[in-house]
C-alpha cells in the first residue's frame, strides 16, 4: 500500500475519471454541447484542476504531477470531445499551476 500512496494512486484515478470517463460518458449520453462546455468543462474540470494543484502541495507530492491532470485530459479531449476543447488543458495546465503555486505563497507567508 505504500508503494501506491507513493505513486499517487488518488491523483491518477480522478484524472483518468475526469479526463477520460466523463468526456466519454457525456459524448455518449448526449449532453449539449452548451452543457458539456459550461458545466463540465468551465466549471466543474476548473475547479479540479486547482483543488489538484492544491491537493498536489498539500500532500507534498513532486510538483511536476500539476502536468498529469492536463494530460489526461488532452488524450480524453482529443477521443471524446470536439477540436477546440483541446485548449482547456493549457487552461487546466494554468490552473492547477496556480492553485500549487498559490497554497505554496500563503504556507510561505503564514510560517
Same mark, same amino acid.
Given at each position: 500500500?505504500?508503494?501506491?500512496?507513493?505513486?499517487?494512486?488518488?491523483?491518477?484515478?480522478?484524472?483518468?475519471g475526469m479526463g477520460l %470517463?466523463?468526456?466519454?460518458?457525456?459524448?455518449?449520453?448526449?449532453?449539449?454541447?452548451?452543457?458539456?462546455?459550461?458545466?463540465?468543462?468551465?466549471?466543474?474540470?476548473?475547479?479540479?484542476?486547482?483543488?489538484?494543484?492544491?491537493?498536489i502541495f498539500r500532500r507534498?507530492?513532486?510538483?511536476?504531477? %500539476?502536468?498529469?491532470?492536463?494530460?489526461?485530459?488532452?488524450?480524453?479531449?482529443?477521443?471524446?470531445?470536439p477540436q477546440y476543447t483541446? /485548449?482547456?488543458?493549457? %487552461? /487546466?495546465?494554468?490552473?492547477? /499551476?496556480?492553485?500549487?503555486?498559490?497554497?505554496?505563497?500563503?504556507?510561505?507567508?503564514?510560517?
Amino acid at each position: 500500500m505504500a508503494v501506491l500512496e507513493r505513486i499517487g494512486w488518488r491523483y491518477w484515478l480522478v484524472s483518468l475519471g475526469m479526463g477520460l %470517463v466523463v468526456p466519454a460518458l457525456a459524448t455518449w449520453i448526449g449532453i449539449s454541447p452548451v452543457w458539456r462546455f459550461g458545466g463540465l468543462l468551465i466549471v466543474i474540470n476548473g475547479l479540479l484542476a486547482v483543488m489538484l494543484g492544491r491537493w498536489i502541495f498539500r500532500r507534498s507530492q513532486p510538483g511536476w504531477w %500539476v502536468i498529469v491532470w492536463p494530460v489526461v485530459y488532452l488524450i480524453g479531449s482529443m477521443l471524446f470531445l470536439p477540436q477546440y476543447t483541446r /485548449y482547456f488543458a493549457i %487552461v /487546466y495546465l494554468c490552473l492547477s /499551476y496556480l492553485g500549487y503555486g498559490l497554497t505554496q505563497t500563503k504556507k510561505s507567508v503564514e510560517s
